[in-house]
């Protein structure tokens, strides 16, 4: 069993609180991480390219090796990403609808 967590909003009793909390989370949490996880993917794309061609510089094999491997990973990365950001921006996707959702409940009360 898990232990109680204090809870981090109060109740919602109106739907224009429903409105401004579903608004906060949008704005407040998916549209940061969405950026957040873009400009991962574009760190990730200048390393993965910085490792490929410094693989081809380097000296020795055991270096170009290593180099190469950082470029695989940084690849694999960018692939993992990706997949979290359409994630992501599903969750987003839901956000709105469930804002027009809550917009529509607060024009008939």
Not at 32 to 61: F, G, H, M, Q, R
Not at 80 to 92: A, H
Not at 93 to 106: D, F, G
């Amino acid at each position: 069993m898990e232990p109680e967590r204090a809870r981090i909003i109060a109740d919602v009793k109106t739907m224009e609180q429903a409105e401004k909390v579903e608004e906060t989370i949008r704005t407040g949490y998916a549209e940061t991480i969405i950026e957040n996880i873009l400009n991962w993917i574009a760190v990730e794309e200048d390393l993965s390219a910085s490792y490929e061609k410094l693989s081809k510089s380097l000296p020795t094999p055991e270096e170009r090796e290593t180099a190469n491997e950082l470029y695989v990973l940084s690849s694999s990365d960018t692939d993992i990403l990706r997949k979290r950001l359409q994630e992501f921006e599903g969750f987003e996707a839901e956000r709105r609808k469930r804002i027009q959702l809550v917009k529509k409940l607060e024009k008939k009360t």
